[in-house]
């Protein structure tokens, strides 16, 4: 592979690492306007320990994906948010050879403490994200969510995590 290629190759998986944990930011802050537009051009919903969708996904659909966060997230506080902290980490990056698509498996453990749960571990799972670059920017075609283990939700679901 020459250097160019190599360039693009390092680029592309930067950018891509750069947007999985964006989301971590923005959902951590309570950002659901923000969350539902970097997953405005994607399949979005919970998958299996393959990868492929369980259940009802949104399709590039970001009023839908804003949506589905507000009415499974329970926030606290002013200005609200989930009090959560998401840890992505494992981030396994593919290219393809010319550079325009990526695919990505990452592992997310979600943190939670609130005014009456203590800073504890309430997920842990895996994200399955796919993007392309579109109008000159990289964006998320797919995440879907695998969720392995869960703790204490009390706190942080408004209702059952049900495909």
């Not at 999985?20 to 951590?28: N, T």
């Not at 306007?33 to 949104?58: E, I, K, R």
């Amino acid at each position: 592979m020459g250097l160019e290629k190599t360039i693009e190759r390092l680029a592309a998986i930067e950018a891509v690492r750069d947007l999985i944990v964006s989301y971590s930011h923005l959902i951590d802050r309570g950002e659901l306007d923000a969350v539902a537009d970097l997953f405005a051009d994607a399949v979005y919903g919970l998958g299996d320990g393959d990868g492929n969708p369980v259940g009802a996904v949104t399709d590039r659909d970001a009023a839908a994906v804003r949506q589905a966060n507000e009415a499974f997230i329970r926030m606290h506080g002013d200005p609200p948010s989930p009090r959560t902290k998401h840890v992505t980490t494992n981030i396994r990056v593919t290219v393809t050879d010319d550079s325009t698509e990526a695919s990505a498996v990452s592992y997310v453990t979600v943190l939670q403490g609130t005014e009456t749960l203590p800073l504890q571990p309430i997920l842990v799972g895996r994200y399955f994200d796919r993007f392309a670059v579109l109008d000159g920017r990289w964006r998320f075609t797919q995440r879907l969510c695998c969720i392995d283990h869960t703790g204490d939700l009390t706190e942080h679901a408004q209702r059952l995590l049900h495909p």
